[in-house]
């Protein structure tokens, strides 16, 4: 899973990576007193999501895939 969180994940752009203790107490605090980074920052993961994740661009991928097997 973690090689997965850093494909999806952009550090200080749509979320932190965090692998150790230390790292996570510098980023949890960030999120906790900041309501206006978790917003930008969720904002930022769903438009990724929704740009490179959601169905109608995986269906988009494999269609794609298919016409080009050709």
Same mark, same amino acid.
């Given at each position: 899973? @973690?090689?997965?969180?850093?494909?999806?994940? #952009?550090?200080?752009?749509?979320?932190?990576?965090? *692998?150790? $203790?230390? +790292? @996570? $107490?510098?980023?949890?605090? =960030?999120?906790?007193? $900041?309501? =206006?980074?978790?917003?930008?920052?969720?904002?930022?993961?769903? =438009? =990724?999501? #929704?740009? +490179?994740? *959601?169905?109608?661009?995986?269906?988009?991928?494999?269609?794609?895939?298919?016409? $080009?097997?050709?």
């Amino acid at each position: 899973m @973690w090689v997965v969180a850093r494909v999806i994940v #952009e550090h200080g752009v749509n979320g932190f990576l965090a *692998s150790t $203790d230390a +790292e @996570w $107490d510098k980023s949890l605090p =960030k999120l906790i007193n $900041d309501p =206006k980074l978790r917003e930008t920052m969720g904002r930022a993961g769903r =438009k =990724k999501v #929704e740009q +490179e994740y *959601s169905l109608q661009m995986q269906s988009f991928k494999v269609m794609q895939a298919i016409r $080009d097997s050709k």
